[in-house]
Each structure stands twice: as C-alpha cells, then as structure tokens.
C-alpha cells in the first residue's frame, strides 16, 4: 500500500485560497487519487478524484468551480487547490488512494472503495 501524507491546511478568510497537498510513497502512477473531508458530526464525503493518468477527474457539486485537483507523478504529489473558500468547506480534509480501476464517479465517491488514507489536515474557513 501507499504511504500518504497530507499538508497545506490551515485558517482562512471567506474567500481566500488554499492549496492542499499530499505527498505519497511507492508506485504513485499506478494509483487513482482523491480528496475526501469530513465536518463534525457529519459523514466523510467525497470531494475531488483524479485517475492515474491524471486525465479523468471528479468533483462534488458543491465544489466545482471552486476546487482543483492535480497530480505530479515525478513528484508522487496529489493537490486540491481550493478558491473562493466557504465556511462551509470548514473540515478536516484527507487524502485517498487505490490501485483498482474506477471510471465512474459514484465509485470515486464511495469510501470502501479507496484502500490507503492519510492522517488528515483540518481547513476552517471563518466568516
């Protein structure tokens, strides 16, 4: 399995940028990457994905438009760059990785479906 390591979190202003980042050991090229988040008192949701290839990417509602995922395969690094940030989007944030072949978003958004998690890195978004 992969080793991940997530960075970037922190407190920010409504509308204000963040760039998150997750560092990740082995074969990084052969895994599927994504970004999930969970608020207190509430489920971990999916947020963005990206496949190994970097070319097939995923979104929730919510964040399209505002969120960005991409991936370094040279660096083995996967990013979520998150503009116009809402208090809403205040979660811990953590990072995900498989080495199965998905192509649909509702497997992208299911949780038992990503093998390897990161610790987490919390965003608060103030108002």
């Known amino acids: 399995q992969v080793q991940l390591v997530e960075s970037g979190g922190g407190l920010v202003q409504a509308g204000g940028s963040l760039r998150l980042s997750c560092a990740a050991s082995?074969?990084?090229?052969?895994?599927?990457m994504g970004w999930f988040r969970q608020a207190p008192g509430k489920e971990r949701e999916f947020v963005a994905g990206?496949?190994?290839?970097?070319?097939?990417?995923y979104y929730r509602d919510s964040v399209k438009g505002r969120f960005t995922i991409s991936r370094d395969n040279v660096e083995n690094t996967v990013y979520l760059q998150m503009n116009s940030l809402k208090p809403e989007d205040t979660a811990v944030y953590y990072c995900?990785?498989?080495?199965?072949?998905?192509?649909?978003?509702?497997?992208?958004?299911?949780?038992?479906?990503?093998?390897?998690w990161g610790q987490g890195t919390q965003v608060t978004v103030s108002s």
């Open positions: 990206i496949g190994a290839r970097g070319s097939l990417t």
């Open positions: 082995g074969t990084f090229r052969d895994y599927r």
């Open positions: 995900a990785a498989d080495r199965r072949f998905q192509y649909l978003y509702r497997d992208y958004s299911d949780r038992s479906l990503w093998g390897s």
